[in-house]
C-alpha cells in the first residue's frame, strides 16, 4: 500500500530563512505522481506541483524548488528566503494507479510552517 | 462562476439526523473526489468518482453514502450523523487520472 510522511509536524523559521519541507513516499508502483499543495491560514487548498514518476528534474518556480530523488523515494519542497506569506499548512500527496485506470492519492499529515516577521 | 463548489459552509446537526453536503463543479471534470480533515490525520479519502454513476469507497467511507447522477455533482450524505464525523469536509475534482485536484472551500460540519 501507498504512504506518505511527512515528519516535520511545524517548522518555525524567521522571514528570510530558507526552510525545507520533507516528503518521504513508499509505492511499489512503478508509475506515479507526486503533489505538493498549500492551504493557509483561511483554509482553501492550493496545488503547487505535480511531478510524474519518469521526470527527476528538479523544478524552481520563483522562490520555490523541489527535488525529487527517486533513490531517496522523496520529494522535498524547499522555500528560499521565506516570507510571513509562506505561512501555512504544506500537504505532499502522492497518486498510484487502482485495477480500474484511476489514480488514487494519498495524502501526508502535512507540515505547518510558521514565518515570523 | 466556474470552479467548484461547496454547500453549506457551515452546518450544525444532531447525532442520528442525516445531512447532505453539496459539491458542485463547472469544468466537466471526470474525477471527484470527498476529504475529511482532522487534525493529526491530514485529508483522508472517503468516496470517489471516476465520471457519472461511478463512484468507489476511499480509505474512510463507513458511516457515508455518495451519488453522482450529473457529471458535476458529487453530494455526500451521512446517514445518521455521529460526532465523530465533527470535521472539515473538503470536495476536489480533476480532469484526467493523473492530474492535479482543485479543491471546493470546504464545508465545516459539526454533530451534537
Known amino acids: 500500500a501507498q504512504k506518505v510522511t511527512q515528519a516535520q509536524t511545524e517548522i518555525s523559521v524567521v522571514e528570510k530563512e530558507d526552510v525545507t519541507l520533507d516528503c518521504v513516499y513508499e509505492?511499489?508502483?512503478?508509475?506515479?505522481?507526486l503533489f505538493w499543495y498549500k492551504q493557509p491560514p483561511s483554509g482553501e487548498l492550493v496545488f503547487l506541483i505535480r511531478?510524474?514518476?519518469?521526470?527527476?528534474q528538479n523544478e524552481i518556480s520563483g522562490r520555490y524548488s523541489w527535488n525529487f530523488q527517486k533513490s531517496t523515494s522523496s520529494f522535498n519542497f524547499t522555500i528560499t528566503a521565506s516570507q510571513v506569506v509562506d505561512s501555512a499548512v504544506y500537504f505532499c500527496?502522492?497518486?498510484?494507479?487502482?485495477?480500474?485506470?484511476?489514480?488514487?492519492?494519498?495524502f501526508g499529515r502535512g507540515t505547518s510552517l510558521i514565518v515570523h516577521p | 462562476d466556474a470552479g467548484i463548489t461547496q454547500s453549506p459552509r457551515y452546518k450544525i446537526t444532531e447525532t442520528g439526523r442525516q445531512v447532505t453536503l453539496m459539491c458542485h463543479q463547472t469544468?466537466?471534470?471526470?474525477?471527484m473526489f470527498w476529504y475529511r480533515q482532522d487534525l493529526g490525520h491530514g485529508l483522508r479519502l472517503i468516496y470517489y468518482s471516476a465520471a457519472a454513476d461511478i463512484t468507489d469507497k476511499g480509505e474512510v467511507p463507513d458511516g457515508y453514502v455518495v451519488s453522482r447522477s450529473k457529471t458535476e455533482n458529487f453530494p455526500l450524505t451521512l446517514e445518521s450523523a455521529t460526532r465523530s464525523q465533527t470535521s472539515v469536509y473538503f470536495c476536489a475534482s480533476r480532469r484526467l487520472a493523473g492530474a492535479e485536484q482543485y479543491f471546493g472551500p470546504g464545508t465545516r460540519l459539526t454533530v451534537t
Open positions: 509505492t511499489r508502483d512503478t508509475t506515479y505522481y
Open positions: 500527496a502522492l497518486s498510484v494507479p487502482t485495477g480500474g485506470g484511476s489514480y488514487i492519492p494519498t
Open positions: 469544468w466537466s471534470h471526470s474525477y
Open positions: 511531478r510524474n514518476s519518469f521526470d527527476e
